[in-house]
């Protein structure tokens, strides 16, 4: 070859290499590959990382910064949770920022008047009507209900203050109200809180099973990844288990439909199939499980006071035979209305030892005064086949909340829980008030009062002094009328904290502005255990302050600098590292600030830089032992998952003559929560302004309803006027009827019944019966 | 061996093997059964009535999810067999009167295919037609089979009044044997407003649903595909659940309003 030839030859070898670095963008044409993506048409955008601040899936969205504004989102490719995704609330949740309505400076209540005034002076009031009630009423006449929507910082100073300054356990979020029976559900199976799985189980699950959850609209990106699994693998089956015909339902493959408070019901029916057809893991069973029974007949937690304390009792597998006898699939047809043969299908499902099963539910499992029973006989069923704690074997619970998956009840932040451990055990009050630097006697042993209580208590007057933060109860407490009476009525002093205003600003007799979102700095936790963190990348308007911030101004206005004395600077650093404290142990270990930083979230425990995305599988978590065999369940003391021996029994209330219909309520795609943030988003308010409900089409032919009338629904506790819709957006079948519940224009709550699940205290808010009046007063046959 | 040995050991095995093959059908149809789709519910006497589906699916909701097949057979990103004719948001609206008018149809129709109505041989899938060198636009909603009831071809009284001829039209297709040229407009029609999306930062929202769904139900047979128009083709079409994060573009214009203080604290009726 001549030197010539072989320079080009060497030459064109270069040039083969960097083409196959390059892609095909049309015939003939090669680009490199960093070249594809266009440069930024507007050069002055910025873009920041954050997790979205709406629902519980925790999306990784990027914020486009334009002069200090939010101005776009765009979905993160990089995160692991939505993979680029987001939903149309996310698109346009920066939106919630900018509202014409946003609370920017204090009030205080003056002659029955919210008044502006300078926010140290509000702040001023709070801690002196806040000390001066406990000096003059008790430690216990304070009490405080923070969110599911906090960050871990909020939390976790708000039970610092109250429980560790003040001496008193009357702390409470909404993940009472959203995820309690999930908690529970977990700790009395398998001993521990916090998802078994992640949602990495989506992409590798053979089958869904989604119990009574509108996955659609609930979790819109989870949806559409277990979509996208279908796609990819079209032997996939997704099969939908609710009360009614929903978005989710026409994606999925099957629907099988059961009337409301059945799920129980139908778990125990396939484990009876799956003992019966001997589908049952009996050596998985021998080694990794042990039978209970507990407390039954236990009430509907009307007017009680506190959490019911189960008793666990010891059983054996052929007790729970006997057990399993009373839910064959013929009988518990007789009480859900779902075929016995659906049953036997959806147990041989389960039962096919090839086949991954997930099993995804979420708030209308948890609302229920059987909410943690069912979640223990979900899990039973996985239990029982031996699919559980590995990748796409996953019965997984889903929260609605970005912080009420992991978060929340992990930073002490609930009436009977600490930052780690609970307020009844001895050793875990030692660990936190060595933390806090504060005598151990001053943390009470006594759980406070949890949500239903804590209401009713100031009902009562026991309580006297409420902060209100970051939530609604005035919207989204169940026999409504009751606690907002409540609320206005008696000597009492309420504070909420908020950034719009709401029914419970209403009732405030001191409104704080609240900063949202990506105006502070914070760390959120999703339902699969992901740590996200954000910074403040926007200012607050006028006055308004993060809720880090308001507990802190407070708590130093009340003498407790010594155990609030965080930095303006680096306070969210300061607290997360005093809070890794109480987490040192790989069982729930977790990440620094500089690892949330540098990552796209990460999931907790976290041990040797590594997340743990199965638990109690010695391959995939630190903290279980091979010694155990294939499963650690070390969140019991005998490292087994204990299957509860729950027994179906009865809803504390059902239709009957007077109040025919089951309604039951629940969220939608285009708003969240109570609106106060997505109805100031006007695509989103366009796209779905008021609330309604969906009546059965035979049911509207039968009582003579119109599509758009507008018609009263009555309860035993009130009654609302709501436009009717018939085929609108789902198909409840007959007997049934669905309102949604953000829209404080229409407040469904006003309906329901503050039953409650008695061990979770988890009300049962998404169902009561119902009869429909049309509007000339004439109600239905 | 000896032979009848071998006739024994012959059958056995026969046996055996007839044995087997059953064993593997009846396993095969038990897992075949027990994977597949559900049985129909059962008549025992109920003390609760089984819960039944209603008989229709609501339209909007289900078609989002259904892909006429063959929409997506001709990947959108594949050279194009020939440039002519590609749909436009001109060319849409030149054969709508107004937005949301069922569109006439812009082609010749031979007299066996008007009177039997076979427009589904093309519209149903899709795909090239030699026949008017152009992608053939597919419907959203194939199960209606009337389709000269609402779409009106060369012979209507519909008249459009026509601004500017198409360069694109072929003669023929007026002018065809038979064919007269069409009536000078007699009406006097407003330029219509056809629904924009609005324009956002750097077009990075999902831009909202500007139109009806009534009989537009499935998205993808309109945006995506070869003969999709091209200004709105989507990028994914590969995504099932369009209306997770395209909005439909609400009719009530009213910012939203709260209540009045005193409304939130009446007990009773909201007014």
Not at chain 1, 222 to 238: C, G, T
Not at chain 1, 383 to 399: D, E
Not at chain 1, 412 to 418: A, P, Q
Not at chain 1, 739 to 756: K, S
């Amino acid at each position: 070859m001549s030197p010539f030839d072989r320079r080009a030859f060497l030459k064109k070898l270069g040039a083969i290499s960097a083409a196959t670095a390059a892609t095909s963008v049309a015939e003939g044409m090669m680009v490199p590959a960093g070249a594809l993506q266009p440069p930024d048409r507007q050069p002055a955008v910025t873009w920041k990382k954050a997790p979205c601040r709406l629902c519980g899936v925790g999306c990784g969205l990027l914020i486009g910064l334009e002069n200090g504004r939010a101005v776009a989102v765009k979905g993160d490719p990089d995160s692991p949770v939505s993979k680029g995704l987001a939903c149309a609330k996310g698109y346009y949740s920066v939106q919630a920022l900018y509202g014409a309505d946003r609370i920017k400076r204090a009030m205080v209540r003056q002659g029955g008047k919210l008044t502006e005034v300078p926010l140290s002076k509000a702040l001023d009031l709070v801690a002196a009507r806040l000390q001066e009630t406990g000096q003059k009423h008790g430690k216990d006449s304070v009490a405080i209900y923070g969110s599911a929507q906090w960050t871990v910082p909020d939390a976790y100073l708000a039970a610092k203050l109250f429980k560790g300054a003040l001496g008193t356990n009357n702390v409470e979020t909404s993940s009472r109200l959203y995820a309690a029976s999930a908690m529970a559900g977990l700790q009395s199976s398998f001993g521990l809180d916090g998802a078994i799985g992640c949602y990495d189980d989506i992409d590798q699950a053979d089958v869904f099973v989604l119990w009574d959850i509108n996955l659609a609209e609930t979790d819109p990106v989870l949806f559409s990844r277990m979509l996208e699994r279908r796609r990819v693998d079209p032997a996939v089956r997704i099969i939908d288990l609710a009360p009614r015909l929903s978005r989710t339902s026409y994606a999925a493959d099957h629907s099988l439909l059961h009337v409301p408070h059945a799920a129980l019901a139908i778990a125990n029916a396939i484990c009876n199939e799956i003992v019966t057809r001997k589908w049952a893991h009996r050596s998985f069973i021998a080694d990794h499980i042990a039978f209970k029974r507990g407390k039954t007949g236990i009430g509907t937690g009307v007017d009680a006071d506190g959490l019911l304390v189960d008793e666990p009792t010891a059983a054996t597998w052929d007790d729970y035979v006997r057990f399993l006898a009373a839910s064959d699939p013929d009988q518990v047809q007789q009480i859900s209305g779902l075929a016995a043969a659906s049953i036997r299908w959806l147990a041989s499902l389960y039962g096919d030892p090839l086949r991954k099963v997930m099993s995804i539910w979420g708030r209308n499992v948890n609302q229920d005064v059987r909410g943690t029973w069912t979640n223990n006989a979900i899990y039973n069923i996985h239990l029982l086949v031996g699919k559980v704690a590995s990748p796409g074997n996953s019965p997984f619970c889903t929260t609605g909340q970005p912080s009420g998956g992991c978060a929340v009840h992990d930073a002490g932040s609930l009436t009977d829980t600490l930052a780690s451990g609970t307020v009844q055990n001895q050793g875990d009050r030692q660990h936190a008030a060595d933390v806090w630097g504060i005598p151990a006697e001053k943390i009470d042993p006594r759980p406070g009062a949890p949500l239903l209580s804590m209401f009713r208590r100031l009902e009562r007057g026991d309580i006297r002094f409420l902060w209100i933060l970051a939530t609604d109860p005035m919207l989204s407490l169940p026999n409504l009328d009751r606690y907002r009476r409540a609320a206005t009525k008696g000597d009492h002093f309420i504070v909420v904290s908020e950034a719009y205003p709401t029914p419970a600003t209403e009732v405030a007799d001191v409104v704080l502005p609240a900063a949202i979102w990506l105006e502070r700095e914070g760390i959120y936790g999703n339902a699969e255990r992901r740590l996200q963190h954000f910074d403040a990348i926007v200012a607050p308007p006028g006055d308004a302050l993060g809720d880090t911030w308001q507990l802190i101004e407070v708590a130093r206005r009340l003498g407790f600098e010594k155990l609030f004395p965080y930095e303006s600077k680096a306070a969210v650093e300061q607290i997360w590292e005093e809070y890794g404290r109480f987490h040192a142990d790989p069982r729930s270990q977790l990440p620094t600030i500089a690892d949330l930083r540098a990552q796209r979230g990460v999931m907790w425990p976290y041990v040797g830089a590594r997340e743990t995305r199965w638990r109690y599988n010695p391959r995939h978590d630190p903290a279980a032992e091979a010694t155990h065999g294939d499963y650690d369940f070390y969140g019991h003391p005998d490292h087994r998952a204990w299957i509860w021996l729950r027994p179906y029994e009865p809803a504390a209330e059902t239709p009957d003559e007077a109040y025919p219909f089951w309604l039951t309520t629940g969220a939608v795609l285009e708003q969240w929560g109570g609106g106060a943030m997505t109805q100031r988003i006007p695509t989103l308010h366009h796209a779905l302004p008021h609330a309604y409900v969906e009546i059965n089409d035979e049911d509207a032919a039968n009582l003579g309803i119109r599509n758009h009338e507008t018609v009263r629904l009555v309860s035993r506790r009130g009654s609302l006027e709501i436009e009717a819709r018939i085929n609108y957006r789902s198909q409840p079948p007959r007997g049934q009827l669905f309102a949604p519940c953000f829209d404080e224009n229409h407040p469904v709550q006003r309906l329901t019944l503050d039953a409650c699940c008695p061990i979770s205290g988890q009300p049962d808010a998404s169902k009561c019966a119902v009869r429909v009046e049309r509007l000339t007063g004439r109600s239905g046959p | 061996m000896t032979a009848s040995s071998r006739n024994l050991s012959g059958a056995l095995l026969g046996l055996f093997l007839i044995a087997s093959a059953v064993v593997a059908v009846i396993a095969l149809r038990v897992g075949v059964k027990r994977a597949l789709a559900p049985p129909p519910p059962g008549t025992a006497p109920l003390s609760i009535p089984l819960v039944t589906a209603p008989a229709e699916p609501i339209q909007a909701e289900e078609q989002v999810f259904r892909t006429a097949p063959g929409v997506l057979a001709i990947p959108p990103n594949e050279p194009r067999e020939r440039q002519a004719h590609p749909r436009t948001v001109k060319t849409y609206r030149f054969i709508r009167a107004f937005p949301g008018a069922p569109p006439r149809i812009p082609h010749a129709l031979r007299p066996d295919e008007f009177r039997t109505a076979a427009c589904r041989t093309c519209h149903q899938r899709g795909g090239y037609s030699l026949r008017f060198a152009a992608y053939v636009p597919v419907t959203p909603h194939p199960e209606r089979g009337i389709c000269l009831q609402c779409h009106l071809g060369e012979d209507s009284l519909m008249a459009v009044p026509v601004p500017a001829m198409d360069p694109n039209l072929r003669c023929p297709q007026c002018h065809g044997s038979g064919g007269v040229p069409r009536a000078a407009a007699t009406l006097t029609w407003p330029t219509s407003v056809w629904p924009t999306i609005p324009s956002t930062t750097e077009g990075e929202f999902p831009p909202p649903i500007p139109h009806s769904l009534q009989f537009r139900e499935n998205c993808l047979t309109c945006h995506s595909g070869p003969s999709a128009v091209a200004q709105i083709r989507t990028s994914h079409p590969e995504r099932a659940d369009c209306r997770t994060c395209h909005l439909t573009a609400g009719t009530d214009t009213l910012p939203f309003v709260r209540p009045t203080a005193s409304g939130v604290l009446q007990t009773g009726s909201v007014p």
